[in-house]
């Protein structure tokens, strides 16, 4: 952390405990103490901070009685990356909700949300108008279906729905024991326990198309069952790993994918000429081929071989398609 980072982690020490011991700062901290000393040096004498050591209370404290001196005040400290994210993140979501039994209780939460995107002198409106969250790629879903999913997700009860199967274009009728709501990449997927198949599965939430709450008990999968279900292979299609896909970078595309997180397990490697190598596990090579495509000719699929030639069948179809241009 830098030294700004370091004056709001003094001072929250120093406003949460009545004397604190160096011992607390410099493992709080992660620095010398000799570099700790500057700090609280640089806090008295630049910044006022009243802090003063008692030896008898061994640590350092507050000094709330000496008010006749300067002011007080940290410097600003800009919001890193990830908090920025789930401010303004908190903020679009609370303001896409439509009027309703929740707009008075979401109210507070709305006000104190922009004013903590005010607290460094920048107001809410404006920082929302100069940072963007942009959703790519966002499906419409029923709400009345979704609230249903959520209550017998919540209260473990099971699910009678109607799944659309986009891939064949037909309907299905399945009773699910639903196991988590998943927001991934801008859209809503329930994991369920599928009685119709008797086995986990993976619903995009848009394609039940009817749902209804049903009096039975939901069965329960352990969490390292759910986990090993589906964080072990690429993407929203679970199942156990069955290939390891090398994809081959070039070396101008290296210089962002060498920096994406693709998989938990992945591996990555710089090649001699620039060029960087990526190995993925994957279960279902249907949206991992929609990742490779999108960078085009700047990647080669190492293996396995009946990847490159799901790949190499899918570049022909549509090469025949535009061909006669």
């Known amino acids: 952390m830098n030294r700004s980072e370091r004056f709001y982690v003094i001072d ?3 406003r949460t405990q009545r004397a604190v011991p160096i011992e607390d700062f410099l493992a709080a901290l992660e620095v010398s103490q000799a570099t700790f000393k500057r700090d609280i040096e640089y806090m008295r004498d630049r910044l006022h901070a009243p802090i003063v050591w008692d030896r008898a209370a061994g640590g350092y404290f507050f000094d709330h ?7 007080y005040e940290l410097p600003g400290l800009w919001f890193s990356a990830k908090e920025l994210f789930a401010l303004l993140a908190a903020q679009k979501l609370l303001g896409d909700i439509e009027p309703g039994v929740l707009a008075a209780h979401l ?32 499906r419409q879903l029923e709400p009345r279906y979704f609230a249903d999913m959520a209550s017998a997700l919540l209260s473990r009860q099971q699910l009678k729905v109607e799944h659309w199967n986009r891939s064949r274009d037909e ?14 990449r801008d859209n809503w997927y329930l994991d369920a326990w599928c009685h119709l198949r008797d086995g986990l599965r993976s619903f995009a939430a848009e394609t039940l198309v009817r749902v209804a709450v049903l009096p039975e008990v ?8 759910l986990n090993a279900h589906y964080a072990a292979a690429y993407g929203i299609f679970a199942g156990a790993p069955r290939e390891i896909a090398s994809l081959i970078f070039s070396a101008e595309r290296a210089r962002w994918v060498r920096y994406e997180r693709w998989h938990a397990d992945q591996c990555g490697e710089d090649l001699p000429d620039g060029r960087y190598r990526l190995k993925v596990p994957y279960s ?42």
Not at 65 to 71: A, F
Not at 111 to 134: I, K, Q
Not at 218 to 225: L, V
């Open 12 to 14: 929250k020490l120093l």
């Open 65 to 71: 009685l000496n008010l006749g001196g300067p002011h």
């Open 107 to 138: 109210a507070p939460i709305q006000s104190r949300l922009a004013s903590l995107l005010e607290t460094f002198g920048h107001s809410s409106a404006e920082v929302s108008h100069r940072v963007r969250l942009l959703s790519i790629a966002k």
């Open 171 to 184: 309907i299905t009728t399945r009773n699910l024991s639903p196991q988590r709501l998943v927001h991934y």
């Open 218 to 225: 939901a069965i329960d999968i352990p969490d390292e069952t």
């Open 284 to 325: 279902d090579e249907r949206e991992l081929l929609m990742d490779v495509m999108r960078h085009g000719a700047h990647v080669v699929v190492e293996e396995p071989h009946s990847l490159r030639r799901r790949l190499k069948e899918e570049v022909d179809a549509m090469f025949l398609k535009y061909s006669g241009d």
